[in-house]
């Protein structure tokens, strides 16, 4: 069944390029994101996860353990490292898991057979601390993810998590953020220091508060 936001993400003990992994036992109290991708020694994929182990550092900053999956085996993998890090300037840090089986892909509804036979699509899922899923991606193997829009949607969620605000479309970090509805006025004036204004009744923008 598909995995849907609020939920737990599922357990699974898996192989991979860093050992054998309990889901739940790595992430401890990190937040994470599972990745999965469609196959071993192809070309979006080689990019996409260059991309991510350069981004690596970022997602650390933020608290953040990654993990990318495929139905390939841990040799495929490691030899794939390789050519991943030599073709995208890249030093990889992070466990690729090894699904052959498609345990995992199944448990997460990786494999959506009318878009990819046998193969896991290119899933995201973002996991906070207390193991619920609060974001769900799906792209097709012909696009590469946006690794930069997945850090953008987990400082929000980091943020919304600690202040009452939601933030409107394209935010980036450090930019204005919405006052959420269920906060009256008078409300407003106590939690925002800085401020609030308002643009209509339920359209009320406030600086960044952590900033
Ligand atoms: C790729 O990563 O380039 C790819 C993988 C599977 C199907 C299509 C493209």
């Given at each position: 069944?598909?995995?849907?936001?609020?939920?737990?993400?599922?357990?699974?003990?898996?192989?991979?390029?860093?050992?054998?992994?309990?889901?739940?036992?790595?992430?401890?109290?990190?937040?994470?994101?599972?990745f999965s991708h469609p196959a071993d020694?192809t070309?979006v994929c080689?990019?996409e996860l260059?991309?991510?182990?350069?981004?690596?550092?970022?997602?650390?900053?933020?608290?953040?353990?990654?993990?990318a999956l495929s139905?390939?085996?841990?040799?495929?993998?490691?030899?794939?490292?390789?050519?991943?890090?030599?073709?995208?300037?890249?030093?990889?840090?992070?466990?690729i898991?090894?699904?052959?089986?498609?345990?995992?892909?199944?448990?997460?509804?990786?494999?959506?057979?009318?878009?990819?036979?046998?193969l896991t699509v290119r899933s995201?899922?973002?996991?906070?601390?207390?193991?619920?899923?609060?974001?769900?991606?799906?792209?097709?193997a012909?696009?590469?993810?946006?690794?930069?829009?997945?850090?953008?949607?987990?400082?929000?969620?980091?943020?919304?998590?600690?202040?009452?605000?939601?933030?409107?479309?394209?935010?980036?970090?450090?930019?204005?953020?919405?006052?959420?509805?269920?906060?009256?006025?008078?409300?407003?004036?106590?939690?925002?220091?800085?401020?609030?204004?308002?643009?209509?009744?339920?359209?009320?923008?406030?600086?960044?508060?952590?900033?």
């Open positions: 069944m598909a995995i849907r936001l609020g939920d737990e993400a599922p357990n699974f003990t898996t192989e991979s390029t860093a050992g054998t992994i309990n889901f739940h036992e790595w992430l401890g109290d990190s937040w994470g994101v599972l020694f070309p080689t990019t260059g991309a991510a182990a350069n981004i690596n550092d970022e997602f650390k900053k933020r608290g953040v353990k990654i993990m139905v390939d085996s841990v040799e495929d993998h490691k030899g794939w490292i390789a050519d991943i890090n030599e073709t995208q300037n890249a030093s990889l840090d992070f466990p898991a090894a699904d052959p089986e498609r345990k995992v892909a199944e448990l997460y509804d990786m494999i959506h057979p009318n878009a990819l036979n046998n995201v899922f973002v996991i906070a601390p207390d193991k619920t899923v609060k974001l769900t991606l799906t792209y097709p012909s696009t590469g993810r946006n690794f930069d829009e997945i850090l953008r949607v987990i400082d929000s969620l980091q943020l919304t998590a600690n202040h009452s605000v939601a933030t409107p479309a394209n935010w980036q970090d450090g930019d204005d953020c919405i006052v959420v509805p269920a906060v009256s006025d008078e409300d407003a004036k106590e939690k925002f220091p800085k401020g609030f204004t308002t643009i209509k009744p339920y359209l009320r923008v406030t600086p960044q508060p952590n900033k």
